[in-house]
């Protein structure tokens, strides 16, 4: 019994060890590529998990004057502010809507573009209409946005279009009814080049015998296609799927910042500009970090949530 009980010592202080072993060895078979991966590990403790100490600030009174460790602690006030907040739905609801119609008309867009351009067999053109599309990705942000401004001036080009099917010149970023449409068609124009690019390199990956056993089958295009092209692109439209999902609150604060106006809060106010005034420029650092960690948790619910759904209907997922 007592060799019994010394051989079971033995094995479970190999087990203990055994991690550390094969990370020592590894280390040292590994150590430039140890040593290249560095500086993005010290880049995300500095600026990724340090910052998330500030985070307790949610939970206080915050004043500059006295600091983190001094300020008052006040639990989930904050938190109940901004659920009691006469915007809170408008937020959540705006939020949703904008995220919600990115994801049905943004998400697919480029997956289409990607097979449209995987039927392309003329390679010039191929590459010219890739680069097309490529280039408002590579536009600034500001600028695009200033492009966007003129354009829908009273009498900017959409005006003027409208004048010559009949209707109205107006300024369409004045009025709330075209403000989705205007956000989520340049949207799209800004990034679909961009995200096609990985859906590119997954069909490249498909083995391309699939698809001469098809054709010898009397399968076309289409079929081939349904069959064996969106078949293997599914992993990957899964993943980048649950992704999105995973940021689903955070609609992109700055595009909006800086095409809306007072005039159309009431559709444009998202949850990160509302973060922005209060923080910035009202400087309620507590309730605005409250609302952010708010913000982030919905995120996290999110991706878990679509990330389960995946593993149990497709079996692929990232974790």
């Known amino acids: 019994m007592a060799l019994l009980s010394e051989a079971a010592t033995a094995v479970r ?54 600091g983190f460790a001094d300020s008052k602690w006040v639990g989930f006030k904050h938190f109940l502010n901004f659920f009691n907040d006469v915007y809170f739905w408008r937020l959540i609801k705006n939020t ?26 003329v390679g010039w053109f191929k590459r010219t209409v890739q680069t097309i599309t490529y280039m408002p ?33 107006q300024n369409f970023l ?41 054709r010898i089958d009397g399968a076309g295009r289409f079929q081939q296609m349904l069959h064996i092209t969106l078949p ?18 955070n609609v992109g604060y700055e595009k909006i910042l800086l095409l809306y106006s007072e005039a159309i809060y009431n559709v444009a106010d998202v949850i990160s500009t509302y973060v922005y005034r209060k923080g910035i420029l009202n400087a309620a650092y507590s309730y605005s970090t409250a609302v952010g960690l708010f913000n982030s948790v919905v995120n996290i619910l999110f991706l878990l949530a679509a990330n389960a759904i995946s593993k149990k209907t497709t079996e692929s997922g990232l974790f």
């Not at 990705?137 to 009273?154: P, T």
């Open 96 to 121: 949703l809507s904008i995220s919600g119609l990115s994801i049905l008309f943004g998400f697919p867009a480029p997956i289409l573009l990607a097979l449209l351009l995987n039927e392309i067999r």
């Open 13 to 66: 202080q190999n087990r203990r060890s055994l991690p550390a072993k094969t990370l020592k060895r590894d280390f040292r078979l590994n150590k430039y590529k140890y040593l290249l991966i560095l500086p993005v590990i010290v880049y995300f403790v500095l600026f990724a998990y340090k910052p998330m100490y500030g985070l307790i600030i949610a939970f206080k009174d915050y004043r500059p004057a006295v």
């Open 174 to 214: 004045m009025s709330s009814k075209y403000f989705y449409l205007i956000y989520i068609v340049s949207d799209i124009w800004q990034h679909i080049g961009w995200n096609s690019i990985i859906y590119l390199a997954a069909l490249s990956a498909i083995d391309q015998e699939q698809y001469e056993a098809a």
């Open 137 to 169: 990705y590579f536009i600034s942000l500001v600028v695009a946005c200033s492009l966007i401004k003129i354009y829908c001036q009273s009498d900017g080009i959409f005006s003027q279009i409208a004048i010559a099917m009949g209707g109205q010149a």
């Open 232 to 249: 293997g692109l599914a992993p990957t439209i899964m993943i980048l799927f649950i992704l999105r999902m995973g940021g689903i609150l």
